[in-house]
């Protein structure tokens, strides 16, 4: 999966729970603007901001019942 793929399953995601990029900053936790960046599968100077492996797994863990097995 791209970062642009994983970026608007993100934002899929967090509107469908109904969640704000704050709300959902708090529960992983990260910041909201980590959560725009990554939204927006955001690259400055060549650098991708990847999201972190237990950050990934948090939000595994608050969109499991979307996931698909």
Do not use: C
């Not at 509107?15 to 900053?25: I, P, V």
């Amino acid at each position: 999966m791209s970062l642009k793929q994983f970026g608007q399953k993100l934002r899929e995601l967090r509107k469908n729970e109904g969640l704000t990029q704050k709300e959902l900053a708090r529960q992983v936790p990260v910041s909201a603007e980590l959560i725009s960046i990554w939204e927006r599968a955001y690259e400055h100077r060549g650098r991708r901001w990847k999201p972190d492996r237990p950050s990934v797994l948090r939000l595994v863990e608050i969109f499991a019942d979307q996931l698909q097995p």
